[in-house]
């Protein structure tokens, strides 16, 4: 036999894309080159795999690259995305090139169902070259199978990840259900749409559902360490479907229970791990649990109240929301002596704000601090002490409250989903003019 073959790999068209990561644990090159190597009559000389290198997840194939033997040509893209056409275009000139300097090569295997290497295949015919086509059935373009002299199918692996995904969703069919989630199921139906109300309705009822309920009596006592909270979660789900906890108000589940436990006989505990679990309000906790501290929370989340101590939560700002009062007294004094708020230590400021107010020293700082983590002071490069130089960038009035507006508003439409204007109106200065800045 001699080594008369050369064989080119579309590696995007064999992987379904850069952008779809569902196919490429299931594409083996190894597979692909005895799925070739099989139907030979000739000797493997060249091997060319044309694909964006650079591209993380491809590491997955870097060992059959080697193994194989398999030349990795790097491919970089036009302009267009990373891998727009540039290596259909490579590939297809790296075929021409070579009819001319290795005639002993007579039979090109293209794994590609791409139908634009049809007029390659055409223009190797002209050659006097053997063409064989190799890909999935499901993305073979008919042009490209009708110009090639045969054609090797490959065993799709969008197959295998449909399989395996079955396989995924029959196991959780398969998994035993908690008996209570079963009989809940089966007293009730999922809701369509809630509102929030209608949530906060039902997730108490769900509670009073494992009171009333005489299975449940003795874990809600105590024993096995009480209700998991896990089981309670499923019904929740089974019941309203997924639920937005920032969009209801709240920062995790864990902060919604314990604020649905409030007006319930059920209380949570939780042991050291953080690991939860629902009980009775009269029953002791189980040995390595305490109790939850109730939720203490706003009953409104829309309002400048409860906006104020959301700012304080995980993903917003861990400083204290200033008064409206003091922050349009404080910002004011600031633009009318802004050299003095310019290059200057946070300290030397406070100082200055002491000097010239009668608010207490923890409020004024507190306002420097927010006014910084709203992004109105810039540090300087130049440092004393490790203490950097701030300076107060803002201009005027007008533009600071955009600057702090801007930067507040879209901190809590990240964590509620939804924020009510005139709620946040009020956490501001009345003077402040909030719907023009946004």
């Not at 059935?137 to 199918?153: A, F, H, K």
């Not at 920032?246 to 920062?251: D, K, V």
């Not at 902060?255 to 505990?269: A, G, M, N």
Request: include cysteine.
């Amino acid at each position: 036999m001699k080594f008369n073959t050369a064989i080119f790999y579309d590696i995007e068209n064999l992987i379904g894309g850069y952008k779809k990561e569902n196919l490429l644990p299931f594409v083996s090159l190894k597979t692909v080159h005895q799925s070739i190597t099989e139907k030979l009559t000739g000797k493997v000389a060249v091997q060319r795999a044309y694909a964006n290198w650079n591209t993380p997840r491809l590491s997955v194939l870097c060992e059959d690259i080697v193994h194989l033997g398999i030349d990795p040509i790097q491919m970089f893209g036009f302009g267009r995305g990373p891998d727009q056409n540039a290596s259909d275009i490579q590939l297809a000139i790296d075929v021409v090139e070579l009819v001319f300097q290795h005639e002993m090569i007579d039979t090109f295997v293209i794994v590609s169902g791409d139908g634009g290497f049809s007029a390659l295949a055409k223009k190797l015919h002209k050659y006097g070259k053997t063409v064989i086509g190799c890909s999935y059935p499901r993305t073979t373009s008919q042009v490209l199978e009708g110009v090639c002299d045969s054609y090797i199918w490959l065993d799709d692996p969008l197959e295998e990840a449909e399989k395996m995904a079955a396989a995924q969703i029959e196991r959780v069919v398969v998994n035993p259900v908690s008996p209570i989630v079963s009989k809940f199921k089966q007293a009730f139906s999922p809701l369509t749409a809630p509102d929030r109300d209608k949530i906060l309705y039902e997730a108490r009822c769900i509670l009073e559902f494992f009171v009333q309920d005489e299975s449940q009596a003795a874990c809600l006592q105590g024993k096995n360490g009480g209700i998991k909270t896990a089981t309670y979660n499923e019904i929740l789900k089974y019941r309203l479907g997924g639920l937005s906890y920032p969009f209801l108000g709240f920062s995790n589940s864990v902060e919604f229970l314990r604020y649905i436990t409030q007006d319930s006989p059920c209380k949570l505990v939780q042991d050291k791990s953080q690991a939860c679990k629902l009980l009775l309000k009269s029953a002791d906790c189980p040995e390595g649990y305490t109790d939850v501290k109730l939720y203490g929370g706003s009953d409104d989340v829309h309002t400048a109240e409860h906006y104020r101590s959301l700012w304080k939560k995980a993903d917003l700002q861990l400083f204290t929301f200033p008064s409206p009062r003091v922050l349009y007294e404080v910002l004011n004094y600031i633009i009318d002596n802004l050299p003095r708020f310019r290059n200057s230590h946070i300290k030397s400021m406070l100082l200055l704000l002491e000097d010239a107010f009668d608010h207490d020293s923890v409020q004024l700082r507190a306002i420097l601090m927010f006014l910084r983590g709203v992004n109105c002071f810039e540090e300087q490069d130049g440092k004393v002490l490790h203490i950097p130089l701030m300076s107060f960038m803002p201009e005027n009035e007008e533009v600071a409250v955009q600057q702090i507006c801007g930067t507040v508003y879209p901190g809590l439409l990240k964590t509620l989903g939804h924020v009510d204007m005139d709620a946040f109106n009020a956490m501001f200065p009345a003077q402040w003019c909030i719907h023009h800045t946004l």
